[in-house]
């Protein structure tokens, strides 16, 4: 394996003229879903599927629950670009790679992006189907030394040393709270935790990450967002809160991804009105 990885803008431009070959749409608006949440792109209309083994340099999911493809196309008025499915770090691919769809997104024209997944609950008052709206993160991985940022840096993207002061919009943030609340949907708020994984957390690392201010932990979103801020984009993050993670070493129930995906699966609806929401408001030019 390749620990680090480097592409160029051309790399990024041949994987958009491939997409550009299956559609003629210009999507703004970006969704990367994470585990268990892929009904979300059936409900695209007039969608075009174009498999991530079609496009050059994209990154092939191997984990259950990650189709692995682009869906181009219409939802709550807006034009999309989904990504069902994503590359994590633990699967041995380098974060250059993982991250290069959003790279790709930006060059066909995407300015605003959406980034779910699934995640444990570290906050204590949080239960399992909770959503919660991520107002920061702690990028652990990053921070030791897993950055997708690392090598070259490509000026004309973005700056060397991007601020991450405002990683997650706050017009969007403000404007999820509005749609949860006209829609009575209880939406939590709170840090998201971005380890490497495969491995669940032991409950000492659990106490660490509550102690350091996560309200929820998971094995993506971290890198995909250093990217997005590197090159301007906004981002509204949304957590789904599959599993309660424990600090008990004693406890009987341990966790697993089948949870996950199902736990997945049972919050879509919440998730996708939400998701709705957001989309028709930015239509109209709320946020």
């Known amino acids: 394996m390749h620990i680090h990885e480097f592409f160029t803008r051309d790399h990024y431009r041949q994987a958009a003229a491939a997409i550009r070959r299956y559609t003629s749409r210009s999507p703004k608006i970006g969704l990367i879903l994470g585990s268990g949440l ?30 692995g493809q682009v869906v181009i196309g219409e939802l709550a008025g807006q034009e999309v670009m989904i990504l069902q499915g994503r590359v994590h770090a633990y699967e041995g691919v380098p974060l ?8 790709v997104m930006h060059e066909l024209g995407v300015h605003t992006l959406i980034v779910t997944n699934a995640a444990g609950g ?15 993160h702690l990028g652990l991985m990053a921070m030791t030394g897993g950055n997708p940022l690392w090598g070259p840096n490509d000026d004309s993207l973005g700056p060397r040393f991007p601020s991450m002061t405002k990683a997650y ?23 998201y935790a971005g380890l490497s994984g495969p491995s669940f957390e032991t409950p000492a690392e659990i106490r660490f990450l ?7 932990v998971g094995m993506s979103t971290v890198p995909e967002v250093l990217v997005a801020r590197h090159m301007g984009l906004r981002v509204l993050g949304l957590s789904g809160i599959t599993n309660v993670a424990t600090a008990d070493p004693d406890v009987e129930v341990e966790p697993n991804h089948a949870e996950v995906l199902a736990a997945g699966e049972a919050m879509v609806p919440k998730l996708l009105a939400l998701v709705r929401g957001v989309l028709a408001a930015l239509g109209t030019g709320t946020a």
Do not use: W
């Not at 009904?39 to 984990?63: G, K, M, N, Q, W």
């Not at 570290?122 to 920061?136: A, E, K, Q, V």
């Not at 102690?211 to 929820?216: E, M, N, S």
């Open 169 to 191: 919009d706050p017009e969007l943030r403000r404007l999820a709270l509005k749609v949860a609340q006209e829609l009575g949907i209880e939406l939590r708020q709170g840090v």
């Open 122 to 136: 570290i906050n204590p008052s949080f239960r399992p189907g909770d959503l919660m709206l991520i107002t920061d």
């Open 96 to 103: 250059q790679r993982i991250t290069l769809p959003v790279r």
């Open 210 to 216: 509550r102690l350091i201010g996560a309200d929820a």
């Open 38 to 67: 892929n009904s979300l792109a059936e409900e695209v209309h007039d969608a075009t599927r174009i498999s991530y083994h079609d496009i050059p340099h994209f990154p092939c999911p191997a984990v259950a629950g990650h189709v």
